[in-house]
C-alpha cells in the first residue's frame, strides 16, 4: 500500500532541491518537470518567487510518495504515478524525482509556492 507525506519546507530550496536529485538516489531520466526544467528548476523558482518580492518564507510544498515492495510497480510507472499527481497543479512549477535507492519505490515532489506571473505588455498611442 502506498503512503503520502507532507513534508514541512523548512529548509531552503537549494537544499532540498539538492537531496531530492541527488545522484545516489536516482538515475537522471527520473527526473522532471512541469513548468521548469529539472537541470535549472532551482533557479526557475527562485526567479518566480522574486517576482513576488519574497526573500524569505515559503518557498515550496515537498511531497513524497512512497510504494510497498509488494507494489511490484516498475521504477517507471512509480514516476508517471508522480507526474500525474503534477498534472493536478497544471499552473504551478512542479520537480518529480523517482527515487529507487531503498526497498520501496517513491517519488519526491516539489511543488513551487508561487504561480509564475505573466506579463502583459500595452503600448499607449497618443
Known amino acids: 500500500m502506498a503512503i503520502v507525506k507532507f513534508v514541512t519546507a523548512g529548509c531552503p530550496m537549494n537544499n532540498i532541491f539538492g537531496y531530492v536529485t541527488r545522484d545516489e ?10 513548468n521548469c526544467s529539472p537541470e535549472t528548476a532551482l533557479e526557475e ?15 515550496y510544498y ?29 499552473d504551478y512549477q512542479v520537480l518529480v524525482a523517482t527515487h529507487d535507492n531503498t526497498k520501496c519505490l517513491q517519488y519526491e515532489f516539489c511543488q513551487g509556492y508561487f504561480l509564475p506571473k505573466l506579463y502583459i505588455f500595452s503600448v499607449h498611442y497618443s
Open 45 to 59: 523558482f527562485r526567479f518566480v518567487k522574486g517576482q513576488y518580492g519574497k526573500n524569505d518564507g515559503r518557498s
Open 62 to 90: 515537498h511531497i513524497i510518495q512512497s510504494f510497498a515492495p509488494d507494489d511490484k510497480l516498475s521504477v517507471e510507472t512509480a514516476h508517471e504515478i508522480g507526474m500525474r499527481l503534477a498534472e493536478y497543479f497544471p
Open 25 to 34: 538516489a536516482t538515475e537522471r531520466k527520473l527526473i522532471d518537470g512541469l
